[in-house]
């Protein structure tokens, strides 16, 4: 078994009007992503990292911004395809570790919930996903509230 590491970043811009979906979940915030899709910066740095790491492009290749059928889409499908086509390709998923960096709300307390979600989705024990949150000390986007950047690596293998 050949273990590959991939690698993906994400950035939206939060905004008042708009939900706030982080790691599969609503979170109660003032305001939220941005995005063509329900703006899941989680995910999608997930979604770049696992495909990253199988050599397969990225989340805008095989899910564009451009394509009507992805507005407002769920990002837990979008994952779950991502998850199939490894899957399809002869890959299993080691692990996966998550930075997120967001000034505000601090997200402590939800990520036991979006680590259940995602071990679901992903098919591997919870245990084998790392979520972490850290600030910008208030400096930049991210610490004067204008975004979110999570970043995201994956371990995946090749069956025999």
């Known amino acids: 078994m050949i273990p590959r590491i991939g690698y993906g970043y994400d950035v939206h811009?939060?905004?008042?009007g708009y939900d706030f979906m982080l790691g599969g979940i609503p979170i109660e915030h003032s305001k939220g992503c941005i995005a063509?899709?329900?703006?899941?910066?989680?995910?999608?740095a997930l979604c770049d990292?696992?495909?990253?790491?199988a050599a397969l492009g990225?989340?805008?290749?095989?899910f564009p911004d451009t394509s009507e059928k992805y507005r407002g889409i769920d990002?837990?499908?979008?994952?779950?395809?991502?998850i199939d086509l490894l899957h399809t390709k002869g890959y299993d998923i080691g692990n996966t570790d998550i930075t997120v960096v967001l000034q505000k709300p601090k997200i402590k307390d939800y990520i036991p919930e979006m680590k259940k979600i995602l071990a679901k989705i992903i098919k591997i024990?919870?245990?084998n996903i790392s979520i972490k949150a850290t600030t910008t000390e208030k400096l930049g986007f991210v610490g004067q509230e204008q975004g979110?950047?999570?970043?995201?690596?994956?371990l995946i293998v090749r069956r025999n």
């Open 125 to 127: 024990p919870e245990e």
């Open 148 to 154: 979110i950047a999570v970043h995201a690596v994956a």
């Open 36 to 44: 063509h899709s329900d703006g899941d910066t989680l995910i999608h």
């Open 49 to 53: 990292a696992l495909l990253g790491a």
């Open 58 to 62: 990225d989340i805008g290749t095989h």
């Open 75 to 82: 990002s837990k499908i979008l994952l779950a395809n991502v």
């Open 13 to 16: 811009v939060l905004s008042e």
